[in-house]
């Protein structure tokens, strides 16, 4: 797994600004075809607690 930097700390798997989780799934958020990032998003968070 690479290292994925990712700012959501609110969710389960992030530790320091960093992803811990062993894979993550990431989407289109709503689109057919992404054609910039804020179109795309990541299915494998979860909230804390
Ligand atoms: S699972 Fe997704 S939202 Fe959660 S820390 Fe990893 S990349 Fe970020």
Redesign the pocket.
Same mark, same amino acid.
């Given at each position: 797994m690479p290292q @994925?930097k &990712?700012n959501?700390t609110e =969710? /389960?798997?992030?530790q320091d600004v960093m =992803? /811990?989780?062993s894979m @993550?799934q990431v989407d289109r958020n709503g689109v057919s075809k992404a054609s910039m990032s804020p179109q795309t998003k &990541?299915e494998?968070?979860?909230p804390k607690g």
């Open positions: @994925i &990712c959501v =969710c /389960h798997y992030n =992803c /811990h989780a @993550i &990541c494998t968070f979860k």
